[in-house]
């Protein structure tokens, strides 16, 4: 049973940073791609980054790139999103999903449906 752990969330102001972790177990972590993903109150999950099996891929969101950083260490089984010069428009639950296979490419790896296992969320305020 795949199991996603995510951590590192809270209250922070605008132009603050923060770092999400997110430990996985349950199947061989490097042999997946992991995402990161967002939902604010009253919107839709939305994709804000992904990182291929080795880290040589990474994807962003528009609206973060630039700002935030996804990384991973594939010996302790965890990815990690640096996030900097937040905004209150960051403000959301940030999810740690893995994907369905080692590599993705472009469109594939921001959509949803092919993410296969999710955790349950570390919320994130950022405060004018």
């Known amino acids: 049973q795949v199991q996603l752990v995510e951590s590192g969330g809270g209250l922070v102001q605008a132009g603050g940073s923060l770092r999400l972790s997110c430990a996985a177990s349950?199947?061989?972590?490097?042999?997946?791609?992991m995402g990161w993903f967002r939902q604010a109150p009253g919107k839709e999950r939305e994709f804000v980054a992904s990182?291929?099996?080795?880290?040589?891929?990474?994807i962003y969101a528009e609206s973060v790139k630039g700002r935030f950083t996804i990384s991973r260490d594939n010996p302790k089984n965890t990815v990690y999103l640096q996030m900097n010069g937040l905004k209150p428009e960051d403000t959301a639950a940030y999810y740690c999903t893995q994907y369905r296979a080692a590599n993705c490419a472009g469109s594939g790896c921001r959509a949803r449906a092919d993410y296969e296992y999710w955790g349950q969320g570390t919320q994130v305020a950022v405060s004018p």
């Open positions: 349950g199947r061989t972590f490097s042999n997946y791609a």
């Open positions: 990182i291929t099996w080795n880290g040589g891929l990474t």
